[in-house]
């Protein structure tokens, strides 16, 4: 079993900056292959906001290249998402996902951390 906890999330003005992090734990060792960051509205599903590969390869949404870079760190289990010049849609609950296995993977996500961003 794998536990993802984000953090990071909170309150910030149009044009603002905030920074998600994203550490995965297990009671046994185990293999990531690939970690995302998802967001979530009332009402909308959840949609990928940008991944990484285990071949460090990035993907991002149209709606948010150019202003968020997702990074990870293997070696500490992390994932993490800087956003930069926010805006008031950029509003959703921000989620780390991560594929874990090295041929079959099983996915699994974090509790959600809330980002608003306020015109």
């Known amino acids: 079993q794998v536990q993802l906890v984000e953090s990071g999330g909170g309150l910030v003005q149009a044009g603002g900056s905030l920074r998600l992090s994203c550490v995965a734990s297990?009671?046994?060792?185990?293999?990531?292959?690939?970690m995302a960051w998802h967001r979530q509205v009332p009402g909308k599903q959840r949609e990928l906001v940008a991944s990484?590969?285990?071949?460090?390869?990035?993907n991002y949404a149209d709606s948010v290249k150019g202003r968020f870079t997702i990074s990870r760190d293997i070696a500490k289990n992390m994932v993490y998402l800087q956003m930069n010049s926010l805006k008031p849609e950029d509003t959703a609950v921000y989620y780390c996902h991560a594929d874990v296995g090295l041929v079959a993977t099983i996915p699994y996500w974090g509790q959600g951390t809330q980002v608003t961003v306020s015109s």
């Open positions: 990484v590969g285990g071949d460090g390869a990035t």
């Open positions: 297990g009671t046994t060792m185990f293999y990531i292959n690939a």
